[in-house]
């Protein structure tokens, strides 16, 4: 199993405003990322996943009746050779 690597990420956000003018709140969030990967030489493989729990969020506002959700469970596959 030598190449083999996993890695878990943690992200926070604290309770924000939604607007400039501080007339709504967006909530706090934590969200999980993950990846795994094997590494041989100079190949790499690797898979991420944003969102492992895929808990629903808000990501961001631009005002009261703009507020958009964060992105849902996504998992990304890469191959890399190293020269």
Do not use: C, H, K
Not at 1 to 12: D, E, K, R, S, V
Not at 31 to 48: C, G, K, P, S
Request: negative net charge; without cysteine.
């Amino acid at each position: 199993m030598q190449g083999l690597g996993f890695g878990l990420g943690l992200l926070y956000l604290g309770e924000r405003p939604g607007d400039l003018e501080n007339t709504f709140n967006i909530p706090s969030y934590l969200r999980t990322d993950a990846a795994i990967y094997y590494q041989r030489e100079r190949l790499r493989l690797a898979v991420n996943v944003r969102n492992l729990f895929d808990i629903e969020y808000f990501a961001s506002a631009g005002g009261r009746n703009n507020v958009y959700y964060g992105d849902p469970l996504t998992t990304q596959g890469s191959i890399s050779w190293q020269f």
